[in-house]
């Protein structure tokens, strides 16, 4: 069975960093893609960061220069490095795996109904 955790989520400051972790378990078949993607009340889920296969990474303009996606291959987990957060960075963010097809870190930023995975996410609020 596979299974996508985060954690790392949490209520901090704007300004402030946050680094969330997504363990990945139970894939018979190596990620063509990972991406991390968030959700406000309201609002359809939106690609934050991705990357594929080739490592190649993309970002939302909103985040770039800010978030910083990773992997450790080794241990199955996705990173994501989140610094300078601000107010609008809250949200419900989530990982997701794709293993069917290769696909560009663009594609999957762009694209999560194109993820075959999701874990349950984990909740970030910037406040003051």
């Known amino acids: 069975q596979v299974q996508l955790v985060e954690s790392g989520g949490a209520s901090v400051q704007p300004g402030q ?9 139970g894939l018979t078949r190596s990620p063509k893609s990972m991406g991390w993607y968030r959700q406000t009340t309201g609002k359809e889920r939106e690609g934050v960061a991705a990357i594929d296969e080739d490592d190649d990474i993309s970002y939302a303009d909103s985040v770039k220069g ?12 996705l990173y994501l490095e ?19 097809a290769r696909m560009s ?24």
């Open 17 to 25: 960093s946050l680094r969330l972790s997504c363990v990945v378990s």
């Open 66 to 77: 800010r978030f910083t996606i990773s992997t450790d291959k080794a241990k199955n987990i």
């Open 82 to 100: 989140m610094n300078s957060l601000k107010p609008e960075d809250s949200a419900m963010y989530y990982c997701a795996t794709q293993v069917r």
């Open 105 to 128: 870190a663009y594609q999957a930023l762009k694209a999560p109904a194109i993820m075959d995975y999701w874990g349950k996410g984990t909740l970030v609020t910037i406040s003051s």
